[in-house]
């Protein structure tokens, strides 16, 4: 197996000075493509065995900071660090950084385990330790006794499987992954997503992962950073990314959300009160926090934190059925909630009761079943 105690004992503090240090650190950094800033002022720290996910849509800086990290692209402003060590300045190869790139990036001409011992020889590694390191790493994404075997000859999973023992194989201190599954089916995707985490786990390596889908973040992640216009949005663990988004933006992004046409009512602390028809509901205080009593908010509710109830149920916004869609193993309702949403609210009903309990055209309540609600002030 390829070990990694080299960062969890006593010689990562001899070489980091204490365990304490952040195995990847981000003071300030800013990049700049002419006029255009990809990336501004970006501020992270990520422990050492932490998965780190960069989440956020296309052209949000998230690969730019990645390659930033990895000493492909240089920073125009700012310092980064790579377990206490400041790396700004330092050469890619010289950053002890493994690496997955979208398309694999796989010498085609050469065989699997000269693809995986490619790192090595280039570092001047005997041809013995090269011959069982590959062995190891072959053996650890599942790929034994295909060492001979040419790209071509592989799936696309199995390509994918090379391109990450390639990167494992030189024992890096820090793991990139720029949308690796991005190429896979979704079936694939999902097993390959469990066998990365499950790897990573047993490795102890500090992960940075690059991706736009919002589940694989939420599945895979100890922590996320939400990311947009080449800003850092939120860090946090995915359940409080998606209890307790930052922003709008955040609560956008992360998760199907409905808004509400809202009013704050009163605070209590931490705690704020906000009006939605004739019901109450409690939200965070702080993103309201330049509000004033009386001001109209917009209240944002997941479609799952929403039941069904007879329309003049206590506590129940009443609405109209629109739209059915069958998901299998819940139902899709979309209600139109008249002077509350100005599009149809969306919840989902477990089971397929809902098929014929809520027919277009049905007269419903819909009660707000969680605390998980946030508000922001209205765009």
């Not at 001047?124 to 599942?142: F, N, P, Q, T």
Request: glycine fraction near 8%; aromatic fraction near 4%.
């Amino acid at each position: 197996m390829l070990m990694h105690t080299d960062r969890k004992g006593a010689a990562a503090q001899s070489i980091t000075g204490g365990v304490g240090r952040p195995a990847v650190q981000l003071d300030g950094v800013t990049k700049r493509f002419g006029e255009s800033v990809a990336l501004h002022e970006a501020w992270l720290k990520i422990d050492r065995s932490e998965f780190m996910t960069l989440l956020g849509p296309s052209g949000c800086g998230k690969t730019t900071l990645l390659n930033l990290v990895a000493g492909f692209l240089e920073a125009d402003n700012g310092e980064i660090f790579i377990e206490g060590a400041l790396v700004t300045e330092t050469p890619a190869h010289q950053r002890e950084i493994g690496i997955v790139f979208q398309n694999y990036a796989l010498f085609p001409h050469m065989s699997v385990a000269n693809n995986i011992a490619y790192g090595l020889k280039s570092r001047g590694v005997g041809k013995k330790e090269i011959a069982r390191r590959v062995d190891e790493a072959l053996a650890l994404v599942k790929l034994t006794g295909l060492g001979s075997r040419k790209p071509r000859q592989l799936s696309g999973g199995q390509q994918q499987r090379v391109a990450l023992a390639r990167a494992l194989v030189i024992r890096p201190k820090v793991l990139l992954l720029d949308e690796p599954f991005s190429a896979l089916d979704k079936n694939l995707r999902g097993s390959m997503q469990v066998e990365l985490k499950q790897i990573q786990r047993e490795l102890g390596v500090t992960t940075i992962f690059v991706t736009h889908d919002q589940s694989e973040a939420l599945s895979m992640s100890d922590r996320i950073a939400v990311m947009s216009a080449g800003r850092i949005r939120q860090i946090a663990p995915p359940d409080e990314i998606y209890r307790r988004p930052a922003d709008r933006f955040v609560a956008s992004f992360v998760g199907d959300a409905n808004i509400l046409a809202g009013r704050l009512v009163a605070r209590r602390g931490d705690a704020a009160i906000v009006s939605v028809g004739n019901v109450r509901l409690d939200v965070p205080a702080a993103p309201i926090a330049q509000m004033t009593v009386g001001d109209v908010v917009d209240v944002f509710v997941r479609p799952e934190h929403l039941l069904v109830s007879s329309r003049d149920a206590p506590g129940s916004l009443p609405g109209t059925v629109t739209t059915q869609v069958f998901q299998g193993d819940h139902v899709d309702l979309y209600v139109a909630v008249s002077g509350v949403a100005r599009k149809p609210v969306l919840l989902r009903a477990p089971g397929i009761a809902a098929l014929s309990s809520c027919p277009v055209a049905a007269d419903v309540g819909l009660i707000v079943s969680s605390d998980d609600v946030v508000a922001f002030p209205p765009e």
